[in-house]
């Protein structure tokens, strides 16, 4: 993000309710305590509550990003010592630099520029930062994939091969972007620093090196595969492997496959987001896995012994007492899904029974069912309904 002038008069820290010391995910749960508290669909009578909500977002995109915040914290110093008037810069033409706002704009972004290269901000008087740096290591683009796995996989563990297209080194030249049998050469013009200095007026600040880009080389004769770049788009297959016990949803981090770096910097990563099959048996509610198994009218009213499967494979026996209600929940304990993050062993197994009524019935269940509702007692329904016994 390009410096503003607006970052010397503003305390963003104070605007989110922070020290100015606070992590950053103290940052972000007071941004999203504020911007709750404040956005405008929950206060339609307040006039000043998009304002706020507006306020409340600037501060966050500025310390809530590890970057921006870096040189929003340099500034501020920078300002606090008034630097060649920078204290100033509020008021145009004080401490000794009156330049309007374009002017200041375009120093911040020149000063910045040095700051973001590795090493660190400028730093003194009269000469900010001394010899220039090269950029500093950037770490390569993250790539997303999606990988569907069984219901019995998602709950074992097991590994898939996973084929994406993304960034990756050039096979002709090796990732150096020069065509074969030649070189990269030291830059003539930054030997091989990666940035010039430049005066203006009290201060001197680096920026990238016109000619080289800030690389610190070039490149006389660029690889035809790659144009120079030293990369090409390219498929290529890795192994992911499946925790057991991941849920729908879940995403995979694939250190180091993503991606190449800048300058030297570190691959990105493969970031897989699981997909899991629906099972026709059973489902799942957290580390617990479900079953609905159904009972005849006679089994739940009688009672009996069920055996139903489990996700192991194996066969658990569970007693159904007589009287069970249709929808009544048994649970078989360690049955479950793998625990994840830091906890051990499983969830249980959740069998719900499910009293069926036949849909078409035999002469004899036709029979046995008229004289078993002979036999019914419905005083407590007739109760509840508030019916007197028949006369």
């Known amino acids: 993000m390009t410096p503003k002038r607006e970052w010397l008069d503003t305390d963003y820290y104070a605007v989110l309710g922070v020290s100015e010391d606070a992590d950053q995910d103290t940052i972000k749960k007071a941004y999203r305590k504020l911007a709750r508290a404040h956005h405008p669909d929950s206060n339609p009578d307040d006039p000043n509550a ?192 499946i925790p057991a016990g991941v849920r729908d949803g879940a995403v995979i981090r694939v250190a180091g496959r993503g991606g190449p770096g800048s300058n030297g910097g570190p691959a990105g990563d493969v970031l897989v987001t699981v997909e899991v099959e629906p099972d026709d048996l059973f489902g799942r509610r957290g580390d617990d896995v479900t079953l609905r198994v159904p009972l005849t009218f006679a089994e739940a009213a009688l009672g009996t012994k069920l055996t139903v499967p489990t996700p192991q494979d194996e066969q658990r026996t569970i007693r159904i007492p007589a009287g069970t209600a249709s929808g009544r929940t048994f649970r078989i304990r360690g049955q479950g899904a793998p625990r994840g993050g830091r906890k051990s062993g499983h969830g249980d197994l959740l069998v719900t029974v499910d009293v069926e009524v036949p849909e078409e019935l035999t002469r004899e269940q036709t029979d046995l069912l008229e004289q078993l509702h002979q036999l019914d007692d419905t005083s407590t329904r007739d109760a509840r309904l508030g019916r007197g016994a028949p006369t």
């Open 50 to 241: 998009e304002q706020k909500f507006k306020e409340v977002g600037e501060a966050y995109a500025v310390v809530g990003d590890a970057d921006t915040r870096t040189e929003y914290d340099e500034l501020r110093r920078l300002g606090a010592a008034g630097l060649g008037g920078l204290g100033g810069a509020g008021r145009p033409g004080a401490g000794g630099f009156g330049g309007g706002a374009g002017d200041l704009n375009d120093l911040l972004q020149g000063l910045f520029q040095q700051g973001r290269a590795e090493g660190g901000f400028p730093s003194g008087m009269g000469g900010f930062g001394g010899a220039p740096r090269r950029q500093r290591r950037q770490k390569g683009r993250d790539f997303e994939a999606t990988v569907q796995v069984s219901f019995g996989d998602a709950l074992a563990g097991a590994r898939t091969r996973l084929r994406i297209n993304g960034d990756g080194p050039c096979d002709t030249c090796h990732g150096s972007g020069a065509a074969p049998g030649t070189s990269p050469t030291t830059c003539p013009t930054c030997h091989g620093s990666g940035q010039v200095t430049v005066d203006q007026g009290p201060f001197s600040f680096a920026q990238p090196c016109g000619t080289c880009g800030g690389n610190g080389q070039v490149i006389a004769d660029p690889c035809a595969t790659c144009s120079g770049t030293g990369r090409v788009v390219k498929p290529r297959e890795l192994t992911v492997r």
